[in-house]
């Protein structure tokens, strides 16, 4: 089955980091471009950040800029988030999602995982 | 920075047509693309490109894109269409993501 998988969501403290991972089954990880997606509780969705497939572009939203790293490990099939220095207004689910564009970016995304909870609260 | 404008809910009997737009500044020149969100369930992409479907999604979505205001269409409204739909694009100028802050369609 095509699917993508995030883990590595809990509950940490202001400051604190968390690394999240997206991994993907029935398909390979490695000619997608990938983005992450988080929405606050009772909240819209927000884009955090794009990596393509090469690796070669990386795109931030400014809430993350300085604090948040996405990585890819191809052999892994898997999409990471290190988050640092976490504040409050992260707390959100977090999904990864699929650019189906494979070596050219299509710009939108048509597989999702269900996504990994993250809580920051003191 | 380019902000999508959606109204935050609408609401039709079944059988009705549900329109929902998504404003922005020229947004014509974009392509726009809309997602699904069923309550505690993952987005879906029902409409990308303006006005293309997935495979899978009915023909009662539609899409379309003119002007200031690009508007997702559902014919023949189901209780199952009740759900959060974003609309979203791709500033080219920032290479980032944009989302709208989505609608609420309530099926009475």
């Known amino acids: 089955e095509v699917q993508l998988v995030e883990s590595g969501g809990g509950l940490v403290k202001p400051g604190g980091s968390l690394r999240l991972s997206c991994t993907a089954s029935?398909?390979?990880?490695?000619?997608?471009?990938m983005v992450w997606v988080r929405q606050a509780p009772g909240k819209g969705l927000e884009w955090v950040s794009f990596v393509s497939s090469t690796n070669s572009h990386k795109y931030y939203a400014d809430s993350g800029k300085g604090r948040f790293t996405i990585s890819r490990d191809n052999a892994k099939n898997s999409l990471y988030l290190e988050m640092n220095n976490l504040r409050v207004d992260d707390t959100a689910m977090y999904f990864c999602?699929?650019?189906?564009?494979?070596?050219?970016?299509?710009?939108?995304?048509?597989?999702w995982g269900r996504g990994t909870l993250v809580s920051v609260s003191s | 920075s380019y902000v999508l404008t959606q109204p935050p809910s609408v609401s039709v009997a079944p059988g009705e047509t549900a329109r929902m737009t998504c404003g922005g500044d020229?947004?014509?020149?974009?392509?726009v693309h809309w997602y699904q969100q069923r309550p505690g369930q993952a987005p879906e992409l029902v409409v990308y490109d303006d006005s293309a479907r997935p495979s899978g999604v009915p023909a009662r979505l539609s899409g379309s894109n003119s002007g200031n205001t690009a508007t997702l269409t559902i014919s023949g409204v189901e209780a199952g269409d009740e759900a959060d739909y974003y609309c979203?694009?791709?500033?080219?100028?920032?290479?980032?993501?944009?989302f709208g802050g989505g609608t609420k369609l309530t099926v009475l």
């Open positions: 029935g398909f390979s990880l490695s000619i997608y471009s």
């Open positions: 979203q694009v791709w500033d080219n100028t920032n290479d980032l993501v944009l």
């Open positions: 020229n947004i014509e020149s974009k392509s």
């Open positions: 999602a699929r650019d189906p564009g494979g070596g050219s970016f299509s710009r939108y995304f048509n597989l």
